[in-house]
């Protein structure tokens, strides 16, 4: 009887364990996908959409979250740093 209690004791807290682990991870993530989702770059004048040079200014910390609080960020005026279907558009 005590055996079948500590049996179930330990199910319950391995289960427990693991939605608290899986929770956590599943935090982690969409905090990071949100922080992803600040870098500004991708509307940046300055960015070159090349990944020899991502960034004329800060080449170092283009696409990096270093960049999101970047001082140099300007709107993207230009059209002839898009790109469509992985090839870079002529203006
Ligand atoms: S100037 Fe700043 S925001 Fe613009 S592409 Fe470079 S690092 Fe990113």
């Avoid at 004791?9 to 949100?34: D, E, H, M, P, R």
Wanted: proline content about 3%; hydrophobic content about 40%.
């Amino acid at each position: 009887m005590i055996a079948t209690i500590f049996l179930a004791f330990c199910a319950w807290t391995i289960t427990l364990l693991f939605i608290c682990s899986v929770w956590q991870t599943l935090s982690k993530g969409t905090n990071y996908v949100k922080m992803l989702h600040q870098i500004p770059c991708a509307g940046c004048e300055y960015f070159t959409n090349d990944y020899r040079l991502k960034c004329t200014v800060h080449p170092k910390k283009a696409c990096s979250p270093e960049a999101i609080c970047c001082v140099d960020f300007k709107v993207k005026t230009a059209c002839c740093n898009a790109t469509q279907k992985g090839q870079r558009k002529l203006c």
